[in-house]
């Protein structure tokens, strides 16, 4: 089997504390989780490793992680098998990579596919298998950064053979977004796989999105194996671990143990969330957000005193009232956030109308002038092929 992980994001920091070295929780597992893959890898049903992008949270890691991760690299190397490893958006800065050094390691099992030596690797079979690399790696020209990764993706999937395997950092539409979604500054572009012909049935086997996932789009069957460990909110109730590719097609996932996991809790109204917690048992080693059915603000630093006082630690309290209210709206399937935009605002023009209280010929006019404002730059950033406003 090929065993496959992502977005370990080594030096994220979020909802940490340092230990006396240091360290904060979150570098920590990272630590952990690839010890674990260390000892998986060893084992004799596997044959290979791919890691497909953000191995590091940022493209500057600290001396401290980047030598844990050459004494990984070396256990890894001694295992005697395969190791390929691709650098994904926050790995890249514009001329080169964090990853960049582990060329000098000069450790014959591990091979950094990138840019740089990716013409090396465009014949490599596993058992029937084609394996086909496609790294992040941004454009030198910042205005249209993800061209180089989109059109070389887009033509390894045209012109896929049989039995391929494409490994690669992308967004595909349909994906279902996770705590990525928070890194907006780090986005990459959608690529909408079924606008394309594949001549052949291929797996595309990404980074990037942090829930995992699997689905069908047209001829390809879009698989994301997910971050490695719980990061923040969105991740709540996942599942964080690896995935296996067997010979037959079937592909399996894997969790990690022994990691933090992020839960949502949420409280029945009749209830308070203390209460609720001195009721069921506080289990170790999670971090707990609580959602609460009210937008009453609840006093949070009792139930964080008692909920870190059973070896647990406390995210937060959401107020659903609100909250539900703008992500149920504002997050649609539609590819276009104008669109998206625009069809929000006119299913809501009365209550928002009703709600400002302002005489109504007003907000009509507002609403036309938005509308023909947000046209010309719709068409504007079209032209040009920036981003969305
Ligand atoms: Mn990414």
């Avoid at 990691?259 to 109204?269: G, H, L, S, T, V």
């Avoid at 399937?333 to 302002?358: A, G, V, Y």
Wanted: one cysteine or more; proline letters at 3%.
């Amino acid at each position: 089997m090929i065993l496959i992980f992502s977005d370990l994001h080594m030096g994220i920091r979020s909802y940490s504390v340092q230990d006396n070295n240091g360290l904060f929780t979150a570098e920590n597992e990272s630590r952990i989780v690839l010890s674990q893959l260390t000892h998986r890898f060893k084992q004799d049903d596997i044959d290979m490793m791919i890691f497909d992008g953000d191995f590091f949270h940022t493209n500057h890691p600290t001396s401290s992680n980047i030598e844990f991760t050459i004494k990984w690299l070396i256990e890894i190397n001694e295992i005697n098998k395969p190791f390929f490893i691709m650098p994904g958006n926050h790995d890249d800065s514009i001329f080169s990579h964090s990853l960049a050094f582990i060329r000098s390691l000069n450790l014959p099992n591990i091979h950094l596919v990138d840019k740089a030596s990716i013409n090396q690797y465009e014949n490599i079979m596993w058992k029937e298998w084609h394996l086909v690399f496609a790294p992040y790696s941004s454009n030198y020209n910042l205005k249209e950064k993800d061209l180089y990764v989109t059109t070389d993706v887009l033509h390894k999937l045209e012109t896929s053979k049989e039995k391929t395997l494409i490994f690669t950092h992308i967004q595909e539409v349909a994906a279902k977004i996770g705590s990525e979604s928070i890194m907006i500054a780090k986005g990459v572009d959608l690529i909408d796989i079924d606008l394309y012909s594949i001549p052949n049935d291929v797996y595309v086997i990404s980074g990037h999105m942090h829930k995992r996932q699997m689905y069908k789009r047209g001829k390809a069957t879009v698989c994301y194996p997910g971050n490695c460990f719980y990061q923040d909110f969105s991740d709540v109730n996942d599942d964080k671990g690896y995935m296996l590719f067997k010979e037959d097609g079937e592909i399996l996932f894997e969790n990690f143990t022994g990691i933090r996991i992020f839960r949502n809790y949420i409280i029945p109204q009749d209830i308070t969330p203390f209460d609720f917690f001195k009721k069921y048992r506080i289990p170790p080693n999670e971090l707990i957000f609580v959602t609460v059915l009210t937008d009453e603000k609840y006093d949070e630093e009792v139930l964080s005193d008692y909920i870190e006082k059973h070896g647990s630690a406390f995210g937060g309290v959401r107020y659903k009232k609100n909250e539900e209210d703008a992500s149920s709206y504002i997050f649609s399937n539609t590819t276009d956030p104008f669109q998206t935009f625009t069809t929000w605002l006119n299913e809501n023009k009365s209550q928002i109308i009703e709600e400002i209280q302002i005489p109504k010929e007003i907000i009509e006019d507002c609403f036309t002038s938005c509308k023909t404002i947000g046209i010309e730059i719709i068409e504007k950033s079209l032209e040009n092929k920036e981003e969305y406003i």
